[in-house]
Protein backbone atom coordinates (compact mmCIF):
# COMPACT_ATOMS: atom_id res chain seq x y z
CA UNK A 1 0.00 0.00 0.00
CA UNK A 2 1.10 3.47 -0.39
CA UNK A 3 0.14 7.02 -0.42
CA UNK A 4 0.54 8.95 -3.70
CA UNK A 5 1.25 12.98 -4.02
CA UNK A 6 1.85 14.57 -7.46
CA UNK A 7 4.20 17.23 -7.57
CA UNK A 8 2.63 19.92 -10.09
CA UNK A 9 5.61 21.55 -12.37
CA UNK A 10 7.26 24.45 -10.55
CA UNK A 11 6.76 23.47 -7.72
CA UNK A 12 8.77 20.15 -7.99
CA UNK A 13 12.35 21.22 -7.47
CA UNK A 14 13.23 19.74 -4.17
CA UNK A 15 16.97 21.02 -4.49
CA UNK A 16 15.49 24.21 -2.08
CA UNK A 17 14.82 21.39 0.72
CA UNK A 18 16.57 19.45 2.96
CA UNK A 19 13.96 16.58 4.25
CA UNK A 20 10.75 15.40 3.44
CA UNK A 21 8.88 15.50 6.96
CA UNK A 22 5.10 13.60 7.80
CA UNK A 23 3.87 13.27 11.41
CA UNK A 24 2.67 10.45 12.58
CA UNK A 25 1.55 7.58 15.51
CA UNK A 26 0.83 4.26 16.07
CA UNK A 27 -2.86 3.90 16.25
CA UNK A 28 -2.78 2.14 20.12
CA UNK A 29 -6.56 0.83 19.36
CA UNK A 30 -6.18 -1.02 15.96
CA UNK A 31 -5.77 -4.74 15.86
CA UNK A 32 -3.49 -4.29 12.95
CA UNK A 33 -1.06 -2.50 14.76
CA UNK A 34 0.89 -5.63 17.38
CA UNK A 35 0.61 -4.15 21.36
CA UNK A 36 4.38 -3.14 22.16
CA UNK A 37 6.14 -3.20 18.51
CA UNK A 38 6.54 -0.23 16.72
CA UNK A 39 5.65 0.52 12.84
CA UNK A 40 7.70 1.97 9.81
CA UNK A 41 7.22 2.95 6.16
CA UNK A 42 8.94 3.97 3.03
CA UNK A 43 9.43 6.97 1.55
CA UNK A 44 9.92 6.87 -2.35
CA UNK A 45 10.57 10.08 -4.74
CA UNK A 46 10.07 9.05 -8.63
CA UNK A 47 11.24 11.97 -10.76
CA UNK A 48 10.27 13.08 -14.63
CA UNK A 49 12.04 10.35 -16.27
CA UNK A 50 10.62 7.53 -14.61
CA UNK A 51 13.53 6.98 -11.91
CA UNK A 52 12.69 6.12 -8.33
CA UNK A 53 14.84 6.13 -4.75
CA UNK A 54 13.25 4.39 -1.73
CA UNK A 55 14.52 5.36 1.57
CA UNK A 56 13.01 3.58 4.60
CA UNK A 57 12.55 5.52 8.01
CA UNK A 58 15.09 4.89 10.55
CA UNK A 59 14.66 1.95 12.97
CA UNK A 60 14.09 3.43 15.90
CA UNK A 61 12.03 6.60 14.89
CA UNK A 62 10.37 8.08 18.60
CA UNK A 63 7.19 8.80 16.25
CA UNK A 64 6.48 5.42 15.58
CA UNK A 65 6.82 3.01 18.73
CA UNK A 66 3.95 2.01 20.45
CA UNK A 67 2.68 4.52 22.97
CA UNK A 68 2.54 3.97 26.62
CA UNK A 69 -0.38 3.42 27.77
CA UNK A 70 -3.31 0.52 28.34
CA UNK A 71 -6.77 -0.39 26.98
CA UNK A 72 -9.34 0.88 29.01
CA UNK A 73 -13.39 -0.20 29.12
CA UNK A 74 -15.77 -0.08 26.59
CA UNK A 75 -16.72 3.49 24.89
CA UNK A 76 -19.44 1.77 22.45
CA UNK A 77 -18.11 -1.03 20.81
CA UNK A 78 -14.13 0.34 20.98
CA UNK A 79 -11.89 0.59 24.27
CA UNK A 80 -10.24 3.70 25.59
CA UNK A 81 -6.98 3.84 25.89
CA UNK A 82 -5.14 5.30 28.55
CA UNK A 83 -2.30 7.00 27.11
CA UNK A 84 -1.66 9.68 24.85
CA UNK A 85 -0.23 9.21 20.97
CA UNK A 86 1.37 12.63 20.27
CA UNK A 87 1.91 13.16 16.56
CA UNK A 88 5.51 13.20 16.28
CA UNK A 89 7.51 14.39 13.07
CA UNK A 90 9.73 11.81 10.97
CA UNK A 91 12.11 13.23 8.97
CA UNK A 92 14.02 11.37 5.81
CA UNK A 93 16.65 13.54 4.48
CA UNK A 94 17.08 14.01 0.79
CA UNK A 95 20.42 13.38 0.63
CA UNK A 96 20.01 9.82 0.92
CA UNK A 97 17.72 10.22 -2.04
CA UNK A 98 20.19 8.80 -5.06
CA UNK A 99 19.53 8.07 -8.71
CA UNK A 100 16.94 10.69 -9.11
CA UNK A 101 16.95 13.91 -10.15
CA UNK A 102 16.01 16.22 -6.91
CA UNK A 103 14.99 19.19 -9.33
CA UNK A 104 12.61 17.68 -11.05
CA UNK A 105 10.03 15.41 -8.88
CA UNK A 106 6.72 14.00 -10.16
CA UNK A 107 6.07 11.71 -6.82
CA UNK A 108 6.18 11.65 -3.31
CA UNK A 109 4.48 8.64 -2.09
CA UNK A 110 4.57 6.77 1.71
CA UNK A 111 5.31 3.30 1.01
CA UNK A 112 3.97 0.61 3.62
CA UNK A 113 6.34 -2.11 2.91
CA UNK A 114 8.46 -2.42 6.08
CA UNK A 115 5.76 -4.36 7.92
CA UNK A 116 2.61 -7.40 7.72
CA UNK A 117 0.20 -4.92 8.77
CA UNK A 118 -0.09 -1.49 10.36
CA UNK A 119 -2.40 1.63 11.16
CA UNK A 120 -1.16 5.45 11.59
CA UNK A 121 -1.91 8.69 12.34
CA UNK A 122 -0.44 10.77 9.88
CA UNK A 123 -0.65 14.68 9.28
CA UNK A 124 1.58 16.96 7.82
CA UNK A 125 3.56 15.29 5.22
CA UNK A 126 5.73 18.13 3.74
CA UNK A 127 9.00 19.24 1.94
CA UNK A 128 10.97 21.46 4.67
CA UNK A 129 14.23 23.01 4.87
CA UNK A 130 16.96 23.46 7.93
CA UNK A 131 15.05 26.07 10.46
CA UNK A 132 16.33 29.25 9.41
CA UNK A 133 14.65 30.96 12.64
CA UNK A 134 13.73 30.28 16.03
CA UNK A 135 11.10 32.03 18.38
CA UNK A 136 10.90 31.50 22.57
CA UNK A 137 7.05 30.11 22.04
CA UNK A 138 5.13 28.28 19.45
CA UNK A 139 1.81 30.68 20.63
CA UNK A 140 1.94 34.39 21.84
CA UNK A 141 5.18 35.45 24.49
CA UNK A 142 4.60 34.98 27.52
CA UNK A 143 3.08 38.37 29.63
CA UNK A 144 4.94 40.54 31.70
CA UNK A 145 1.45 39.36 34.01
CA UNK A 146 2.67 35.90 34.05
CA UNK A 147 6.14 36.21 34.50
CA UNK A 148 6.07 38.59 37.25
CA UNK A 149 3.81 35.91 39.12
CA UNK A 150 5.82 33.17 37.99
CA UNK A 151 9.10 35.26 39.20
CA UNK A 152 7.10 35.97 43.28
CA UNK A 153 6.31 32.62 43.57
CA UNK A 154 3.31 31.60 41.27
CA UNK A 155 3.42 27.71 40.91
CA UNK A 156 0.70 27.66 38.56
CA UNK A 157 2.29 30.80 36.64
CA UNK A 158 5.48 28.77 36.83
CA UNK A 159 4.11 25.66 35.17
CA UNK A 160 2.52 27.60 32.59
CA UNK A 161 5.54 29.53 31.25
CA UNK A 162 7.28 25.83 31.47
CA UNK A 163 4.54 24.41 29.11
CA UNK A 164 4.96 27.85 26.91
CA UNK A 165 8.16 27.44 26.19
CA UNK A 166 8.80 23.59 25.52
CA UNK A 167 10.59 22.89 22.67
CA UNK A 168 8.72 22.35 19.63
CA UNK A 169 8.59 22.25 15.51
CA UNK A 170 6.90 23.58 13.13
CA UNK A 171 7.17 24.70 9.38
CA UNK A 172 11.10 24.20 9.38
CA UNK A 173 11.04 26.79 12.37
CA UNK A 174 12.25 25.92 15.96
CA UNK A 175 9.86 27.41 18.81
CA UNK A 176 10.88 27.33 22.36
CA UNK A 177 13.39 27.65 25.04
CA UNK A 178 14.43 24.59 26.69
CA UNK A 179 16.68 25.93 29.42
CA UNK A 180 13.83 28.29 30.36
CA UNK A 181 11.45 25.55 29.87
CA UNK A 182 13.55 23.58 32.31
CA UNK A 183 14.10 26.39 34.75
CA UNK A 184 10.39 26.68 35.39
CA UNK A 185 9.28 22.74 35.63
CA UNK A 186 11.76 22.98 38.58
CA UNK A 187 10.60 25.85 40.34
CA UNK A 188 6.98 24.81 40.00
CA UNK A 189 8.10 20.48 41.07
CA UNK A 190 10.53 22.12 44.23
CA UNK A 191 7.56 24.17 45.15
CA UNK A 192 5.86 20.38 45.17
CA UNK A 193 3.29 21.32 42.48
CA UNK A 194 1.60 17.92 41.75
CA UNK A 195 0.67 19.35 38.38
CA UNK A 196 3.99 20.86 37.45
CA UNK A 197 5.24 17.61 38.57
CA UNK A 198 3.21 15.48 35.68
CA UNK A 199 3.77 18.19 33.15
CA UNK A 200 7.41 17.97 33.91
CA UNK A 201 7.44 14.26 33.61
CA UNK A 202 5.32 13.87 30.20
CA UNK A 203 8.13 17.02 29.13
CA UNK A 204 11.22 14.66 29.99
CA UNK A 205 9.56 11.21 28.99
CA UNK A 206 8.93 12.82 25.28
CA UNK A 207 12.38 14.31 24.98
CA UNK A 208 14.37 10.65 26.24
CA UNK A 209 11.55 9.53 23.53
CA UNK A 210 13.57 11.84 20.92
CA UNK A 211 16.62 10.70 22.09
CA UNK A 212 17.36 13.31 25.04
CA UNK A 213 17.06 11.55 28.47
CA UNK A 214 18.79 14.43 30.24
CA UNK A 215 15.94 15.17 32.46
CA UNK A 216 13.70 11.86 33.08
CA UNK A 217 15.51 10.57 36.06
CA UNK A 218 14.68 13.66 38.15
CA UNK A 219 11.17 14.12 36.66
CA UNK A 220 10.58 10.13 37.70
CA UNK A 221 11.65 11.81 41.62
CA UNK A 222 8.89 14.76 40.73
CA UNK A 223 6.19 12.20 39.58
CA UNK A 224 6.86 10.07 42.54
CA UNK A 225 6.31 12.59 44.92
CA UNK A 226 2.70 13.74 42.59
CA UNK A 227 1.67 10.33 42.98
CA UNK A 228 2.34 11.04 47.11
CA UNK A 229 -0.17 13.38 46.56
CA UNK A 230 -2.59 11.27 44.80
CA UNK A 231 -2.34 12.77 41.53
CA UNK A 232 -4.70 10.42 38.73
CA UNK A 233 -2.15 11.07 36.06
CA UNK A 234 0.83 10.19 37.83
CA UNK A 235 -0.57 7.15 39.72
CA UNK A 236 -1.33 5.95 36.30
CA UNK A 237 2.24 7.21 34.48
CA UNK A 238 3.68 5.54 37.54
CA UNK A 239 1.52 2.41 37.05
CA UNK A 240 2.12 2.05 33.63
CA UNK A 241 6.31 3.02 33.75
CA UNK A 242 6.53 0.49 37.24
CA UNK A 243 4.79 -3.23 35.60
CA UNK A 244 5.67 -2.47 31.92
CA UNK A 245 8.68 -0.65 31.77
CA UNK A 246 10.99 -1.21 34.97
CA UNK A 247 8.99 -4.42 35.43
CA UNK A 248 8.70 -3.66 39.38
CA UNK A 249 5.13 -5.66 39.37
CA UNK A 250 4.93 -4.98 43.06
CA UNK A 251 5.02 -1.26 42.79
CA UNK A 252 2.71 -1.33 39.52
CA UNK A 253 0.05 -4.21 41.18
CA UNK A 254 -0.48 -1.49 43.98
CA UNK A 255 -0.65 1.55 42.11
CA UNK A 256 -2.97 0.20 39.84
CA UNK A 257 -5.25 -1.23 43.31
CA UNK A 258 -5.42 2.58 43.96
CA UNK A 259 -8.24 2.98 41.68
CA UNK A 260 -10.22 -0.20 42.86
CA UNK A 261 -12.99 2.04 44.47
CA UNK A 262 -13.06 4.54 41.87
CA UNK A 263 -12.17 3.33 38.17
CA UNK A 264 -12.09 -0.23 39.00
CA UNK A 265 -11.16 -0.66 35.21
CA UNK A 266 -7.88 0.63 35.97
CA UNK A 267 -7.48 -1.70 38.55
CA UNK A 268 -8.28 -4.56 36.58
CA UNK A 269 -4.38 -3.74 34.51
CA UNK A 270 -2.63 -5.54 37.85
CA UNK A 271 -4.00 -8.89 36.98
CA UNK A 272 -2.21 -8.79 33.72
CA UNK A 273 1.25 -9.03 35.59
CA UNK A 274 -0.09 -10.48 39.05
CA UNK A 275 1.46 -13.76 38.16
CA UNK A 276 4.89 -12.02 37.88
CA UNK A 277 4.59 -11.93 41.78
CA UNK A 278 3.89 -14.42 44.93
CA UNK A 279 0.79 -14.62 46.84
CA UNK A 280 2.86 -13.00 50.01
CA UNK A 281 3.63 -10.10 47.49
CA UNK A 282 0.13 -9.85 46.23
CA UNK A 283 -1.65 -9.86 49.76
CA UNK A 284 1.53 -7.17 50.85
CA UNK A 285 0.06 -4.82 47.93
CA UNK A 286 -3.22 -5.23 48.49
CA UNK A 287 -3.32 -4.87 51.50
CA UNK A 288 -1.24 -1.19 51.50
CA UNK A 289 -3.27 -0.19 48.78
CA UNK A 290 -6.20 -0.82 50.97
CA UNK A 291 -4.67 1.37 53.70
CA UNK A 292 -3.88 4.24 51.16
CA UNK A 293 -7.37 4.16 49.78
CA UNK A 294 -9.33 4.71 53.23
CA UNK A 295 -6.76 7.66 54.17
CA UNK A 296 -5.92 9.10 50.64
CA UNK A 297 -8.47 10.82 47.97
CA UNK A 298 -7.13 10.29 44.25
CA UNK A 299 -7.42 13.81 43.01
CA UNK A 300 -7.40 15.03 39.03
CA UNK A 301 -5.92 18.44 37.20
CA UNK A 302 -8.82 20.36 38.81
CA UNK A 303 -8.41 19.76 41.95
CA UNK A 304 -4.82 20.71 42.23
CA UNK A 305 -5.73 23.94 40.29
CA UNK A 306 -8.70 24.51 43.48
CA UNK A 307 -6.12 24.55 46.04
CA UNK A 308 -3.70 27.28 43.91
CA UNK A 309 -3.84 30.93 44.85
CA UNK A 310 -3.05 31.94 41.44
CA UNK A 311 -4.85 34.32 38.97
CA UNK A 312 -4.05 32.00 36.21
CA UNK A 313 -5.41 28.98 37.31
CA UNK A 314 -7.98 27.17 34.91
CA UNK A 315 -11.24 28.29 35.78
CA UNK A 316 -13.48 24.68 35.67
CA UNK A 317 -17.14 24.56 36.32
Known amino acids: ASLRFDLLPGVDNLLLFDAVSVRAAIDPLSPLNAAGAPQAFSVRLT ?56 ASIAEVALVFDQTDSGSLFLADVELVRSPVSSQGTLS ?21 LANLYRPTEALGVQYGNLEQAVFWYRKACEAGYANAQVDFYEFARLEADMGNPAYLDEAIVCLEDAIRQGHRSAILAGAFRAAFIEQDYKTGFFLYALFEDTEPHYAEQRWSFADQLTQAEIDEAEQAAAEWRAANTIKDYNDFFAEVDSPFRPVTE
Not at 51 to 79: K, Q, T, W, Y
Not at 147 to 160: H, K
Open 140 to 160: EPPSAELIAAAEAGDVEAMRQ
Open 47 to 102: DRQGNSAIVPVRADEPALRFPEGELGELFFDDPLFSGRAPLLPVRIPLSQFEGVNL
